[in-house]
Structures are given as C-alpha cells and as structure tokens.
C-alpha cells in the first residue's frame, strides 16, 4: 500500500515513499497519535498499536499490537519528526511485508514521554487501555471518572504493573494494581467508569422502507459493545438487500434492518435456466410469487405449462437444477 503524506516539499522524497508503498484501492487508512504517555516499568515498549489514534476505524488488526516501534525507559522524553516516522515505518515495512496494507497518515511529530513510576491517571489509563486491547484490538475504550488508590511509602519508585479481568468493561470498573518488587500482601486497586466501544456500520441520512442502501450513505463509527449486537461492519452483499423498515441517521445497520431485494412480483415474466449435468438451457416463464434474492420461488413455464421451483439469481433470473 503507500504511506499517506501530505506535507513534505521534497518532491524527490514523496516519489521514494510513494513508491515503495503504492498506493492500492483495499488501502486502509491508520492516523498515528501526536504524543504518547506511558509508565509503570522501567522500561517499556512501544507497540505500532501504541502510537495509532483512538479514533481510527483500522478494524482487528492484532499484529498492529505486536509490532515494536520503540522502547521508552523511565524519564525519558523523544520527539520522532516526520521524516524519522517514515524511516522507521519504512524499516518496518520491510520487516513485516503485511503492512504494505496500510495507508499512514503521519503527524509532523510524535512525542513518546516515560512518565516514570508514580501512579498517574494518564499512565493508568494507558495501562488499563493496553490490557482490554490485547482482547479487543479493534475495540475503543472509552474512561471516565478514575479513583487512584493511595499509595504507601513502600510502594514509591517501584515498578508495577495492572491486572484486569477477562470480561471487557462495560460500566464501573475496578482493577488491581500489582507491585511485583513489594514483598508482601499488597492489594491496590483503581476504579472507575469504562466503556467497550466497537466498529459498526451506521446510517448517515434518513432512508425509507424498501430502498436499497448506498455505501456513500454508510459509515463506521464506534458504538458501546452493549449496543452493536446485530451490527454490520461490511457492505457485502448489500446491493441485493433492501431496507426492512424506515431507518433514521444515526442508526446501527443491522442484519434484522434488511431484507433480500424484490426483484419480481407475482405474475411477471422472468427468464429460467435450467442446469443439469453441464447442460443448460433457457425459456421463460412467469412467477407466481414474489422473488427475492437467493429464495425458492414457484414459476410456471410458459412451454410446458409446469409450475416448477428455482432459485432467484441476482441477474433477476430463476435457475432450476
């Protein structure tokens, strides 16, 4: 694929890029994050999952979570420009040939602080962010309200780490905080309100019963987990779907908002094939109910006067094997 950049001047450089990642039409369009805040351990590393916008649509990607970009040690602070993102993105690419899938939009730089040790709400929530992805990596989690535990003296300018649970949260929360250098019992915990966001197909204007939807009138926005049961996340297959009742903008499309296209209905001529053993003949005939997509419909043949039963292609014709 390519790496989208749109403000480099250097027309020599952009030609370079471009070309060793041509741009391809299944491009996927991933926004990386201008800063990052990270902390806990000593050091750390920094997955390409890591530095990626909360509020890209890249869909389940793991290997973006297993992708090392770089490492961050305590304190420490580095700003990559944009030409070094491309180099680094660029050695990647070499590295895992998959990612030619990906379309980059690059900031003018990414700034990478290691805020050290102390339990902070940034770095916790990061924490907390990085265990739900690596059950969820195309899910978005959505944080409010975080109690920080308090802290003892034998706990300061210790590494810790944080244990979730298996479930994704789905409202209030708690998770402890483990120390593993604290000799001891030692059970600390944040609480706090959370939310499982996940890719869904949404409506973006009105649409009345009995239309057949349109891509441009579609789009994938993150909706609570408990919301998207049903949702759709593709438009496979949906030139031969029609609108089962009105739906207004806004609205998750779901697998229950549609139905197979009519095509016919009862008493119009419609046009049989017949396969059998790689023979194949046509006639026409006329139906005596309605035809949808993919169903068994009864037809009568206008030869043989036979009601028969065949299959509504997409083409409108009924095939009878």
Not at 54 to 76: P, R
Not at 100 to 107: G, K, R, T
Not at 208 to 226: C, F, H, I, Q, T
Not at 255 to 278: E, H, M, P
Request: hydrophobic residues 40%.
């Amino acid at each position: 694929m390519s790496l989208y950049i749109n403000i480099f001047r250097k027309p020599s450089f952009v030609f370079f890029v471009c070309f060793l990642f041509f741009v391809s039409l299944r491009a996927e369009s991933i926004k990386l994050k201008k800063k990052i805040s990270v902390g806990g351990s000593p050091s750390i590393k920094i997955f390409l999952a890591d530095i990626i916008d909360s509020n890209n649509n890249f869909g389940g990607h793991e290997w973006l979570a297993k992708i090392v970009f770089s490492v961050a040690k305590e304190n420490m602070s580095h700003e990559f420009s944009r030409q070094q993102i491309v180099q680094k993105l660029i050695g990647l690419k070499k590295e895992h040939p998959f990612l030619e899938s990906v379309n980059f939009q690059i900031p003018l730089k990414l700034k990478i602080t290691h805020e050290g040790l102390a339990v902070k709400e940034s770095t916790v929530a990061w924490q907390l962010r990085r265990q739900w992805r690596g059950q969820c990596s195309s899910c978005k989690f959505v944080l409010e309200k975080i109690t920080l535990p308090e802290l003892e003296p034998r706990h300061e300018n210790k590494s810790w780490y944080i244990q979730t649970s298996k479930s994704l949260p789905n409202g209030r929360f708690s998770s402890q905080i483990v120390f593993p250098q604290v000799k001891g019992p030692s059970s600390l915990w944040v609480m706090g309100q959370a939310q499982t966001q996940k890719l869904v197909l949404t409506l973006k204007r009105n649409v009345a019963k009995g239309v057949s939807l349109k891509p441009e009138w579609l789009a994938l926005s993150y909706r609570n987990m408990d919301k998207v049961r049903g949702g759709l996340l593709d438009l496979q297959d949906l030139s031969n779907k029609s609108t089962r009742q009105y739906l207004m903008a806004g609205d998750i499309l779901k697998a229950s908002s549609l139905v197979n296209k009519i095509l016919f209905q009862r008493g119009d001529a419609v046009k049989l094939i017949y396969k059998n053993n790689g023979f194949q003949m046509t006639t026409q005939g006329v139906a005596q109910a309605i035809g949808r997509v993919g169903q068994s419909v009864w037809v009568q043949n206008l030869t043989t006067k036979k009601r028969i039963s065949g299959q509504v292609l997409k083409t409108g014709e009924v095939l009878v094997q």
